[in-house]
């Protein structure tokens, strides 16, 4: 059971997806969680705070899903555990993807560079560091790492952009062949 802190920040997800950060009120995320309009503020101070906690919580999220992939035993295990791990969190975390990677208000991003520039980045860090690992080991060519990171990033967002915005519609065994098959050409291309 989910307590009514979490059941607000599922409800500002939608809204914010829906919506877009103007749109998004604390009204329409009360409404939406089914409390009143002032229980709503026991949570949280105003729209900005709610907003800042959603995308905290879902850089927290996205962390979590990649911290598993240090288990590998070598660099390359543990990129391909990384990628592993990125495409279940961009299918089963499905709006904090979308909100943190594809939808991110660039209106407010000012103000979230600001308050969330740790969160933000740890992902990225994590990304530069397993491509750091691998040119260091030699199973990719000589670089910069993150260069190398963002190209992978965007890459893969760019495949889940497709998915999301319904340019493209397969089976989830499908999709995951179709990650599978784009992510190892784009390593063919980095491998030395």
Known sequence: MIGTKETILAAACDIYLLEGYKG?????VADKAEISATAIYRHFENKEALHHQVLREGFRTFDSYLQPALVGKTAMER????????FAFATKQ????????????????HKVKGA????????QKFMVDRIRECMAEGSLRQDDP?????LLLCTCNGFFAQYVSKKVVDTPVVMKEKYWRMYKRLLHGLKP
């Open 24 to 28: 998004m009120s604390m009204r329409k």
């Open 79 to 86: 990129l391909n555990l990384a990628a592993e791990l990125f």
């Open 94 to 109: 499905k709006k904090y993807h979308e909100i943190l990677f594809l939808t991110m208000d660039h209106t407010v991003e």
């Open 116 to 123: 969330l520039t740790k969160d933000a980045t740890v992902s």
């Open 146 to 150: 993150e260069e190398v990171a963002t």
